[in-house]
Nanobody
């Protein structure tokens, strides 16, 4: 049974940093593309970042480049999202997702499994 468990969310002041983690189980983690999405209240779930399996190619939402960094540790079956220079508008529930055959990592419908999400709140 595939499971994704996010952690690392919390309350942080504007300008601060957080690192989110997503631990995967029940699958051969290293071959899959992993993605991070976020959803603010009343908004659509939006793409944040993604990282391919073996090749490790990364993708970012244009508006977040330079502040967010995605990485993975295949030995630990874990993907990370390092977030810095956080802004109040980064407040959202952050979800990780995994996909078997992903053509466009930016599209949420390409992903097969989702975690339960972790809340990130940035105060001004």
């Amino acid at each position: 049974q595939v499971q994704l468990v996010e952690s690392g969310g919390g309350l942080v002041q504007a300008g601060g940093s957080l690192r989110l983690s997503c631990a995967a189980s029940g699958l051969p983690f290293s071959i899959y593309t992993m993605g991070w999405f976020r959803q603010a209240p009343g908004e659509e779930r939006e793409f944040v970042a993604a990282i391919r399996g073996y090749g490790g190619n990364t993708y970012y939402a244009d508006s977040l480049k330079g502040r967010f960094t995605i990485s993975r540790d295949n030995a630990k079956n874990t993907v990370y999202l390092q977030m810095s220079s956080l802004k109040p508008e980064d407040t959202a529930i952050y979800y990780c997702a995994i996909g078997v055959r992903i053509r466009d990592p930016h599209l949420r419908e390409e992903y097969d499994r989702w975690g339960q999400g972790t809340q990130v709140t940035v105060s001004s």
